[in-house]
């Protein structure tokens, strides 16, 4: 896979550095699916707990400039391919910080 204007190879490293502060070993994903999304292909692979918690997510997007997936198209809007913020809200609601969902329910910080 290649990002027009993003070396690959940079994402990967930022990958694997979640994964050294996680302790998950991203040599291997414990899930993965790819697609073509409106010709144009793309990876997502998930690692985590040999239980199937994922703890970091990837999502490769071949040849496209670097922008926003999924929804309407725009300057910097591409439609064709998987939705991120989808995928992003996915996997926060998932990952709740410390059993909190939604916004802050204590609300701002009192002075």
Known sequence: ????????????????????????DTTRSIAS????TKGT???REMYGEPSGRTV???LF????????????NGRYAFSNAPDTTRLACL????????????????GPPQE
């Open 61 to 72: 997007i071949d040849g496209m400039p670097h922008g926003c997936y999924g929804g309407r």
């Open 33 to 36: 699916e790819s697609g073509v």
């Open 1 to 24: 896979m290649k990002d027009c204007n993003i070396n690959i190879r940079a994402s990967e490293n930022i990958r694997d550095a979640w994964g050294k502060v996680f302790g998950v």
């Open 41 to 43: 292909p793309w990876m």
């Open 56 to 58: 970091i997510e990837t």
């Open 91 to 106: 996997f926060f609601q998932s990952h709740p910080l410390d059993g909190v969902t939604g916004a802050n329910k204590a």
